[in-house]
T-cell receptor
Framework: GAVVSQHPSWVICKSGTSVKIECRSL??????MFWYRQFPKQSLMLMAT?????????EQGVEKDKFLINHASLTLSTLTVTSAHPEDSSFYIC??????????????FGPGTRLTVT | AQSVTQLGSHVSVSEGALVLLRCNYS??????LFWYVQYPNQGLQLLLK??????LVKGINGFEAEFKKSETSFHLTKPSAHMSDAAEYFC??????????FGKGTRLHILP
């Protein structure tokens, strides 16, 4: 149980285009979803927190107009990188939490999406 | 504020030897503590978690960790390293119902 999927697993896009990454909770309702960014050989950096039906809360220094997050349902959150540039190339990982479940404090992580902007 | 410090960005042990990965935390409230493992180009897999029950926590793949409040530590151990244990390990703290704060990670190398 508590499986989180991400799609695509990797994507290559041209500079200036937008790319959407999906995060789905497959067998539970994700009341809260988190988006992280991970640079090579570094730790995870929290980008934003989203609650279903509400606007995302972005961490300091994260451009909300560049990284659009939508959490329209209890099983799906999307991250859209708008007008992507090579410096946006990174590994993006989502996680989900079910506040009404047996482990409300635990986050379940997706497998990650490798974004390369050329 | 909560924080996590992992001592040693790289740790090398021989196959069959004891694995010890160190983690110290800072938290203003009783925390939840986690250890995650990450293999290259993959997401995070939960190894074990402390949620204020038993202080000695057993996880998957033979790993365990002990919560020591007096030392604010949550070190990860495994009695006998296996080649498949080579990966990046992250210690994390959560002040409950809030974000998870990750340490910088420790790369574990297993020597044949």
């Amino acid at each position: 149980g508590a499986v989180v999927s991400q799609h695509p697993s990797w994507v290559i896009c041209k500079s200036g285009t937008s790319v959407k990454i999906e995060c789905r909770s497959l067998d539970f309702q994700a009341t809260t979803m988190f988006w992280y960014r991970q640079f090579p050989k570094q730790s995870l950096m929290l980008m934003a927190t989203s609650n279903e039906g509400s606007k995302a809360t972005y961490e300091q220094g994260v451009e909300k107009d560049k990284f659009l997050i939508n959490h329209a349902s209890l099983t799906l959150s999307t991250l859209t990188v708008t007008s992507a540039h090579p410096e946006d190339s990174s590994f993006y990982i989502c996680s989900a939490r079910d506040l009404g479940g047996p482990s409300p404090y635990e986050q379940y992580f997706g497998p990650g999406t490798r974004l390369t902007v050329t | 504020a909560q924080s996590v410090t992992q001592l040693g960005s790289h740790v090398s042990v021989s196959e069959g030897a004891l694995v010890l990965l160190r983690c110290n935390y800072s938290s203003s409230v009783p925390p939840y503590l986690f250890w995650y493992v990450q293999y290259p180009n993959q997401g995070l897999q939960l190894l074990l978690k402390y949620t204020s029950a038993a202080t000695l926590v057993k996880g998957i793949n033979g790993f365990e960790a002990e919560f020591k409040k007096s030392e604010t530590s949550f070190h990860l151990t495994k009695p006998s390293a296996h080649m498949s244990d080579a990966a990046e390990y992250f210690c994390a703290v959560s002040p409950r119902d809030d974000k998870i704060i990750f340490g910088k990670g420790t790369r574990l190398h297993i020597l044949p």
